[in-house]
């Protein structure tokens, strides 16, 4: 490809060859995939078809996966083309929605697509950061959904981490889309990254020598009495960085416990200061300014972690208030922070590159049991290490626990080996309303066989399909009869059985056997009576007896891969749960005769939890509840409490909220045979007191969880009173009563502040 001098450069950077290559595809009007390693600049990419629509008076939408990165983006497209130009729209935020740049979530557009195609018709580009969440569990059909109903005029870009199957999914979009999908690919980083192991008295090593050592520990192990066992030294986190704290730093150390990042953090603060006076006073002023845009910090963990910051150490998660993750995240971008402690959420999209990435584990908790991270988990947080245009290399280093050393439970370091991506495409009810309300029949199927899980399955069924070809052509070179009762060589072994079957009777075995042989008689009796013998010559015996080993491996294959074939059909497993769910629904009231209801339409508007929050709004419990009340019970719905999470006690009036729930938890174990109604009141009398005014500090006092996931299951409630005062434009009461309540849950520590 030539690719114009225009294109060599770009806001003062010289472009790479696979940046080059993007902007072209751009520029001639197509659709692009472009997959590369987190840090080489891939977002770049989208800054320009950012602009380029700007300038030519166009709309564009970039989506994202998680809102953190929505803001992020909202806040950095302002600086660029000015804040007129730009909107966003998350659920939590709705600023400027008719601005001709439109940052929102995935889930978002997906809705607009289904529920309001005309607000999005002149958009020309739709930008999908990180669209490798297509596998995601939870999420990955929004993705999936988002490309199957975009109009065919509309242009995608696709950011991507390096994916081994991205030509898999180009090739699956450009048949929906019906036009050509352009690949870009990128496997080198800009900052080469070197993987290693950290051992105290090893230092920094490898996975030979470690397992050397681990078998050497563990024999010594054994020998010791057990009370003695827990007095040998363990490699820790503060150990790593009081290593490496000349060298590499700054750094991200990874931990996969909310609760480990700010125990590591303190105990590193008692040890290390790593900011001059200077320093401290630099981040005293970014504290300060930060500060000023929230309302006053009233959070528990505030003054420790000031403290820390100070210092040089931070640490960061969910559970945080937002000011505080603010906070941290401007320190850290200002080079204050030379050791940060995270989850790993830090690494999802956020632009924050260091020199070293840590790993205090190599396994983690995926809420059911611990793991060993995958190769994609690991590259997307060790990515983060290396610097452009600062470091000449990036570093990665995990902690080893003798111990307990597995070598099994580490990914294998190398991005040849990383996971390629699979649909989890599933069928939402809302998904299922909006389908029947804008297609017919016959649309329908053809849509429920468009889904990435089917292209994936069509694919590997022809592959099987073209195995069982190559089967069935080889077991064509074999006698007809071979293997089967006419065979003259299977009725002389059906006879020899019989006659040991008779010998073993005549012995006078003990009545259970003796049916039991007797039952194995009859059976061969019958397949000779039932066969029709063939003649056979002497040398056909012979070589029907030389061929039987083999013709039955090749039968038992085909066999294997019949049931195969049968399996990989997922279009007809869509059609049945459309079909399974369909009747539910029309049972629920929300179908009749292909068309929806009043409740139907109103479910078809509502994104998770849709059959339950229907229901209270059919009973008319929507309209019974004080707002407060009204709060309590919706930010429970669909809420999951947090392992061990203690339920706050109340008097909240929600036996007939619990009826529906155990009524809807039967009817789907009926119809579909799961239930996914979800409703946990464990923070409704918190979320009641919040709406009645209390202060955020008081509420605190006496929750059980973190101030982060407090602010987050308000502000999910907040989302979903917004869907319900939309879905209810004729209920002018319905409408100002969520209206207020929405007022009443937005404020101070809970609201978001761009």
């Known amino acids: 490809m030539t690719i114009p001098e225009t294109h060599q450069v770009y806001r003062g950077l010289t472009l790479d060859p696979f940046q080059k290559e993007a902007l072209q595809y751009i520029d001639e009007g197509h659709s692009v995939l472009v997959a590369a390693p987190t840090g080489v600049g891939k977002t770049l990419v989208a800054d320009y078809v950012i602009e380029r629509m700007f300038r030519q008076g166009g709309r564009v939408v970039y989506t994202a996966p998680i809102k953190a990165l929505s803001n992020q983006k909202f806040k950095e497209f302002k600086a660029h083309v000015g804040e007129e130009a730009v909107g966003i729209l998350t659920g939590d935020v709705v600023v400027n929605p008719d601005a001709p740049i439109l940052i929102m979530t995935t889930e978002i557009f997906r809705n607009l697509l289904q529920q309001d195609p005309e607000r999005i018709a002149d958009v020309r580009y739709v930008i999908f950061d990180e669209i490798h969440y297509i596998d995601d569990p939870q999420r990955g059909s929004v993705w999936e959904e988002s490309l199957i109903f975009m109009p065919p005029q509309m242009r995608f870009l696709g950011l991507s981490a390096t994916i081994p199957n991205v030509d898999q999914l180009a090739a699956w979009i450009t048949a929906v889309q019906g036009s050509p999908v352009k690949t870009v690919t990128h496997y080198e980083r800009i900052v080469p990254l070197k993987h290693h192991l950290y051992e105290r008295s090893l230092g920094i090593t490898t996975l030979k020598r470690v397992i050397r050592r681990a078998a050497s520990h563990q024999a010594k192990l054994a020998s010791m009495p057990p009370w003695e066992r827990g007095k040998l030294p363990v490699t820790s986190h503060?150990?790593?960085?009081?290593?490496?704290?000349?060298?590499?730093?700054?750094?991200?150390?990874?931990?996969?416990?909310?609760?480990?990042?700010?125990?590591?953090?303190?105990?590193?603060?008692?040890?290390?200061?790593?900011?001059?006076?200077?320093?401290?006073?630099?981040?005293?002023?970014?504290?300060?300014?930060?500060?000023?845009?929230?309302?006053?910090?009233?959070?528990?963990?505030?003054?420790?972690?000031?403290?820390?910051?100070?210092?040089?150490?931070?640490?960061?998660?969910?559970?945080?208030?937002?000011?505080?993750?603010?906070?941290?995240?401007?320190?850290?971008?200002?080079?204050?922070?030379?050791?940060?402690?995270?989850?790993?959420?830090?690494?999802?999209?956020?632009?924050f590159?260091?020199?070293?990435?840590?790993?205090?584990?190599?396994?983690?908790?995926?809420?059911?049991?611990?793991?060993?991270?995958?190769?994609?988990?690991?590259?997307?947080?060790?990515?983060?290490?290396?610097?452009?245009?600062?470091?000449?290399?990036?570093?990665?280093?995990?902690?080893?626990?003798?111990?307990?050393?597995?070598?099994?439970?580490?990914?294998?370091?190398?991005?040849?080996?990383?996971?390629?991506?699979?649909?989890?495409?599933?069928?939402?009810?809302?998904?299922?309303?909006?389908?029947?309300?804008?297609?017919?029949?016959?649309?329908?199927?053809?849509?429920?066989?468009?889904?990435?899980?089917?292209?994936?399955?069509?694919?590997?069924?022809?592959?099987?399909?073209?195995?069982?070809?190559?089967?069935?052509?080889?077991?064509?070179?074999?006698?007809?009869?071979?293997?089967?009762?006419?065979?003259?060589?299977?009725?002389?072994?059906?006879?020899?059985?019989?006659?040991?079957?008779?010998?073993?009777?005549?012995?006078?075995?003990?009545?259970?056997?003796?049916?039991?042989?007797?039952?194995?008689?009859?059976?061969?009796?019958?397949?000779?009576?039932?066969?029709?013998?063939?003649?056979?010559?002497?040398?056909?015996?012979?070589?029907?007896?030389?061929?039987?080993?083999?013709?039955?491996?090749?039968?038992?294959?085909?066999?294997?891969?019949?049931?195969?074939?049968?399996?990989?059909?997922?279009?007809?497993?869509?059609?049945?749960?459309?079909?399974?769910?369909?009747?539910?629904?029309?049972?629920?009231?929300?179908?009749?005769?292909?068309?929806?209801?009043?409740?139907?339409?109103?479910?078809?508007?509502?994104?998770?939890?849709?059959?339950?929050?229907?229901?209270?709004?059919?009973?008319?419990?929507?309209?019974?509840?004080?707002?407060?009340?009204?709060?309590?019970?919706?930010?429970?719905?669909?809420?999951?409490?947090?392992?061990?999470?203690?339920?706050?006690?109340?008097?909240?009036?929600?036996?007939?909220?619990k009826r529906s729930v155990m009524r809807l938890r039967a009817m789907e174990e009926q119809f579909v045979g799961y239930s996914q109604v979800e409703f946990h009141d464990h923070l409704a009398p918190l979320v009641y007191r919040w709406t009645e005014g209390e202060a955020f500090s008081q509420l605190m006092d006496e929750a059980s969880i973190d101030e982060g996931d407090v602010v987050y299951a308000i502000r999910r409630g907040i989302d979903l009173m917004r869907q319900i005062r939309s879905a209810v434009k004729e209920d002018a009461s319905l409408r100002t009563k969520m209206a207020d309540a929405i007022t009443r849950m937005d404020r101070d520590q809970v609201s978001i502040w761009l």
């Not at 990042?261 to 105990?267: G, K, T």
């Open 238 to 351: 503060a150990d790593l960085i009081m290593d490496i704290k000349d060298d590499y730093l700054p750094c991200l150390f990874f931990t996969f416990s909310r609760r480990k990042c700010e125990v590591n953090a303190l105990e590193l603060g008692e040890v290390a200061d790593f900011l001059s006076t200077e320093q401290k006073e630099h981040a005293e002023a970014i504290i300060t300014e930060v500060e000023n845009r929230y309302p006053k910090i009233t959070s528990g963990r505030w003054n420790s972690l000031y403290r820390l910051l100070k210092k040089g150490i931070g640490y960061h998660h969910a559970g945080m208030l937002p000011a505080l993750k603010d906070i941290v995240e401007e320190l850290f971008t200002q080079r204050l922070l030379p050791v940060l402690y995270c989850t790993e959420t830090f690494a999802v999209g956020l632009n």
């Open 353 to 657: 590159p260091c020199k070293t990435v840590c790993f205090e584990a190599s396994t983690k908790w995926d809420g059911t049991s611990f793991r060993t991270i995958s190769n994609r988990e690991y590259f997307q947080m060790a990515g983060r290490a290396g610097r452009r245009g600062i470091d000449d290399v990036g570093y990665a280093f995990t902690l080893v626990n003798l111990s307990y050393f597995d070598p099994t439970e580490f990914p294998t370091m190398k991005e040849s080996d990383i996971e390629p991506l699979q649909s989890q495409f599933s069928l939402t009810y809302n998904s299922i309303l909006n389908l029947i309300h804008n297609y017919d029949q016959e649309d329908i199927h053809r849509i429920l066989g468009q889904n990435f899980a089917t292209y994936q399955a069509s694919e590997a069924r022809r592959r099987v399909l073209a195995e069982l070809a190559k089967i069935e052509e080889g077991l064509q070179q074999y006698c007809p009869h071979l293997d089967a009762d006419s065979c003259p060589v299977v009725q002389d072994k059906l006879r020899r059985k019989r006659s040991q079957l008779k010998k073993r009777l005549r012995d006078k075995p003990n009545s259970r056997t003796r049916r039991r042989l007797r039952s194995q008689l009859a059976e061969i009796d019958e397949r000779l009576a039932k066969a029709d013998p063939v003649t056979c010559t002497a040398e056909e015996r012979s070589r029907c007896r030389r061929d039987s080993k083999e013709f039955r491996k090749l039968d038992n294959r085909r066999q294997k891969l019949q049931v195969r074939s049968a399996e990989l059909d997922p279009q007809q497993r869509y059609i049945r749960e459309f079909q399974d769910k369909k009747r539910l629904l029309e049972a629920l009231g929300y179908i009749q005769e292909d068309q929806l209801t009043t409740a139907g339409l109103f479910a078809s508007q509502i994104h998770g939890q849709e059959l339950l929050v229907t229901e209270l709004f059919m009973e008319g419990l929507l309209h019974e509840y004080s707002i407060p009340q009204l709060a309590a019970v919706l930010v429970s719905v669909g809420y999951e409490p947090r392992k061990n999470e203690i339920r706050h006690k109340h008097r909240l009036p929600f036996s007939p909220v």
